[in-house]
């Protein structure tokens, strides 16, 4: 979270973006919170033109999750499209950013006693990973 905005933070127009289901949000302000005062030490030394507080952080995307009874398993897809990326990373010659995307796929999965717990397949470019507890 805070390498990303150091590296980007006067190119970003957005807070990094997370992805996930119920409590996502809560998550995120949990790294808000502990990071905090770093956020705020960073500002204050480099200023607001350098290191915008208003791209600090993460920025919370809620998966909508279906609910099931008992240990039904489900599958949803999503395309993320990836966010414009600074010149830096952009492919050579280019003169815009990307616009590929992600497919992702989350999943149920059985990991008693947490209820509900979720897995994802992210897929890009032909390589396939699968994370799921």
């Not at 998550?27 to 200023?47: C, M, P, T, W």
Request: proline content about 8%.
């Amino acid at each position: 979270m805070t390498q990303s905005w150091m590296a980007n933070a006067d190119k970003r127009t957005t807070k990094l973006p997370i992805y996930g289901g119920p409590g996502i949000a809560d998550l995120a302000n949990g790294f808000e919170q502990a990071y905090k005062k770093d956020i705020q030490h960073r500002v204050d030394h480099h200023s607001q033109e350098i290191m915008p507080d208003a791209v600090a952080g993460v920025l919370p995307i809620l998966v909508k999750v279906p609910e099931v009874d008992g240990d039904d398993l489900w599958k949803q897809e999503m395309q993320v499209p990836l966010l414009p990326a600074p010149s830096f990373n952009w492919k050579k010659n280019a003169t815009q950013p990307s616009n590929e995307v992600v497919q992702i796929t989350a999943f149920h999965v059985q990991h008693d006693p947490c209820k509900p717990a979720y897995g994802y397949k992210f897929e890009y470019k032909g390589k396939t990973v699968v994370v799921g507890l």
